[in-house]
């Protein structure tokens, strides 16, 4: 027997154990060793076989380690099998979860009972592949095709009871899953249960497949596994035999196996579990908090009060007048009122919340007792000192101060104080109770449980949270800078906004540059041209104007209705605004451009080499850590597409040299803006990609 599985024969009954911590995964010691016992179970003459996991869970799915590697015996859609095919009676009790694979290996148990906190489901798409040892085809005997199809194209996981109707379990119990599931197998064995293998059970009713599979990849924006899968459940339904839908499955599953999205995807579930593991917090406790201050109650702060409120902290919120802290206590309303409408708050809490969590004032003296405090008040360095300065004087000894700036200098922020050890950068992204992504700037002289305790804070908020350095921008918005002026050349050099934007979207992004640009007011990105003209530009630098001709006509995007797109009131998006066109035309003639055709290929191409190239320097300088953080900065602040496992990844992919090689070729146009960057160069002369940094790193 492997060690993986424990054997433990009670009465009738074998009992095997599973304690492959953390998660219970299917490697292949486990399914080794799930394999030695049932042979074992029938060589003893044993009656039933209970499966269940030790430890939080029951199998959490297929080692995810293990995919790209050489395979080895048994594969799990042989097991399974092998397990439904056993001639005793075999039964699973479930807890905590039971995905993927191991949701597939409960479907092949004959017998499923679970605990009311356990959920189940098939989350494979999300990993790039579909479910590969028989979920497409055992789940919609059992649930129905409709059911099996919204659980397997969504990959959601669902909760005992909805499982209990769907027929993917047979019962719930609380309890200890090893007791339950013991009474419930002599419950079964004195009844004169018979075994009942899913796959001996008719095929289910077919759908229109072909409508399903378009609607699916429409929603995927994309993404192939949620479409392909459709394909896969349409075998159960059509093929003439479950053998026949078995290796429809297998082959559609290999497709995507071998696919750049299951890389991606993989990468990008990897990176998200890495990003947050800091080895200079190894062993480093975090400040303990109970209440925290907001400075500035606008649509940041409001968004950064409610996330802590809905968490469980208490907050204090500081404006300047009490106009100001009634509308920013009406903001806070407002989206607490949002999670109240889904269901992820009750009347009372609400009522709560707003009685007795959270503080109104309009004095400093009021963050004298709070234990962090993050301000979000106007991007003006002068501003910031001086609410630092403030905060010096009032604040308790160890409480730790933050600052909310989306690209000032922490470090001179962190100056204006006696204690720049407790300054840090806390960067949320708006709305804050929303956007998941959280940047934790870290200043020359934060101390290491300043750091932690950020972290702390982005965890409690459920937060992904990112380390970065300081710089203009941090990670993502200096990274943002360089490609939306490498957009902007674009434009200049013929390409039109919403081919750019189309371009981009097709790609994979949530949205383009310059929707994006209109949905967070375009006088955001007049006022930093209008800094960085004034801090001086270099003079090799390519500068435009035809978007400060926007603004200076009072188009800001979304909230005034206008920008590069008229958004009518009541409608999602925006239709292309006719004055845009003529600025940029007028903006060329007057710099002598002749504009050129750009295919929808180069604009991605020169859009993510620039965003590669300044990723590159982000990471060379350290401002990242690795890649990895680099790519789960994108894909949770800047709507890049997670199956391309973000910008690193995706460079990584398309293979370096290629895109070191286009960058030179672009240099030769625009030496200035084409530099490549040193760390580029480097790991191609050395022939490595950033993954290897990755791993170095770990
Ligand atoms: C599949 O089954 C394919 C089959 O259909 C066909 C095959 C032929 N493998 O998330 P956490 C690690 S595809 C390896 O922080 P939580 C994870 O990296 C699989 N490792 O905990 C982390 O490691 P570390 C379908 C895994 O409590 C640690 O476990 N299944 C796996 O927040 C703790 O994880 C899925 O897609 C794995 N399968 O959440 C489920 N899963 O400590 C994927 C986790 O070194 N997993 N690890 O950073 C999850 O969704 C969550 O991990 C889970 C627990 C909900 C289970």
């Keep these: 027997m492997s060690e993986a599985i424990e054997y433990e ?3 009738d009954i074998a009992v095997l154990a599973a304690n492959n911590p953390p998660v219970n995964a299917l490697g292949v010691d486990v399914r080794r060793g799930l394999l030695a016992g ?21 199998f959490a799915g297929a080692d995810i380690r293990e995919f790209g590697k050489p395979p080895q015996d048994p594969w799990l859609p042989e097991l399974c099998a092998r397990i439904e095919a056993s001639p005793l009676l075999v039964v699973s009790s479930i807890h905590g979860t039971a995905l993927g694979g191991g949701l597939e290996v409960a479907l092949s148990t004959h017998y499923r009972i679970a605990v009311p906190s356990a959920k189940v489901g098939l989350p494979e798409v999300h990993l790039g592949i579909l479910p590969g040892a028989g979920g497409t085809q055992r789940l919609p ?3 129905g095709t409709e059911a099996a199809l919204d659980m397997i194209t969504s990959g959601r996981h669902v909760r005992a009871d909805e499982a209990l109707k769907l027929g993917v379990i047979d019962r719930v119990a609380e309890g200890d899953p090893r007791e339950i599931g013991l009474a419930y197998v002599q419950e079964l064995l004195d009844s004169g249960a018979e075994r009942r293998p899913v796959s001996e059970m008719p095929a289910p009713a077919p759908v229109d497949f072909d409508a399903v599979y378009e609607q699916v990849l429409k929603k995927g924006r994309g993404q192939i596994s949620p479409a392909t899968a459709v394909r896969a459940v349409q075998a159960a339904c059509e093929a003439e035999s479950f053998d026949a839908g078995m290796q429809r499955e297998r082959e559609l599953f290999m497709e995507l196996m071998n696919s750049d999205q299951r890389k991606g995807l993989i990468h990008a579930f990897f ?8 080895p200079e917090l190894k062993g480093v406790e975090p400040r303990m908090l109970h209440q925290i201050g907001v400075i500035g109650g606008g649509t940041m702060g409001a968004g950064i009060a409610t996330a802590a409120l809905l968490s469980g902290l208490q907050v ?3 404006e300047m007048s009490p106009e100001a802290a009634h509308a920013a206590k009406e903001r806070i309303a407002g989206n607490l009122g949002g999670a109240l409408k889904r269901g992820k708050l009750s009347q009372a809490q609400f009522d709560e919340i707003m009685e007795n969590e959270l503080t109104l004032a309009t004095g400093y003296g009021a963050l004298s007792n709070v234990d962090l405090v993050i301000e979000a008040v106007f991007e003006d360095m002068d501003v910031k000192k001086q609410v630092f300065t403030q905060l010096d004087a009032v604040c308790k000894q160890g409480a730790v101060l933050a600052s909310n700036t989306s690209y000032l200098d922490i470090n001179e922020i962190a100056a204006v104080t006696k204690r720049p050890q407790d300054v840090l950068g806390l960067h949320f992204f708006s709305p804050a109770h929303v956007m998941k992504l959280l940047e934790v700037v870290v200043a020359d002289k934060t101390a290491p449980e300043v750091v932690a305790t950020g972290f702390a804070l982005g965890h409690r908020l459920k937060k992904v949270c990112v380390r970065a350095g300081v710089c203009d921008g941090f990670i993502g918005n200096r990274i943002l800078s360089t490609y939306r002026t490498c957009a ?4 200049l050099d013929g390409a039109s906004p919403y081919q750019i934007d189309k371009a981009l979207t097709d790609f994979g992004f949530a949205m383009g540059p310059f929707a994006v640009a209109d949905l967070a007011g375009l006088d955001i990105g007049w006022a930093v041209r209008k800094r960085k003209r004034a801090e001086g530009l270099d003079p090799r630098a390519r500068d435009s104007n035809y978007a400060d001709k926007l603004c200076e006509a009072g188009h800001f995007g979304q909230k005034t209705g206008k920008g590069y797109y008229i958004y009518e009131a009541g409608k999602r998006g925006g239709v292309p605004n006719p004055e845009v066109m003529p600025l940029i035309e007028a903006e060329r003639a007057e710099k002598g451009i002749t504009p050129r055709e750009f295919t929808d290929e180069e604009i991605v191409r020169r859009y993510m080499a620039s965003m590669v190239n300044e990723a590159a320097r982000v990471v060379g300088e350290g401002i990242a850590r ?7 900065t994108l894909i949770y602040g800047y709507g890049f597409p997670r199956y391309r496992g973000g910008p690193m990844k995706w460079a990584d992919l398309q293979g370096l040299p290629g895109l070191l090689a286009d960058i030179k070729e672009w240099a030769k146009e625009d030496d200035y803006f084409w530099q490549p960057a040193p760390l580029l160069e480097q790991l191609v002369a050395e022939g490595r990609c950033f993954d290897d940094l990755n791993k170095e790193a770990s």
Excluded: F, N, S, W
């Design 9 to 11: 024969r009670i009465g």
């Design 38 to 58: 049932v042979e074992r179970a029938e060589a003893e003459g044993a009656k039933a076989v209970l499966i269940y996991g030790k430890g939080r869970t029951y």
């Design 141 to 143: 005997r059992v649930a």
């Design 271 to 278: 990176a998200e579990r890495a990003v947050g593991k800091l």
């Design 316 to 318: 204090v919120m500081l």
């Design 488 to 491: 902007d050349h674009m434009i």
């Design 626 to 632: 690795r890649p990895l953080d680099v790519d789960v």
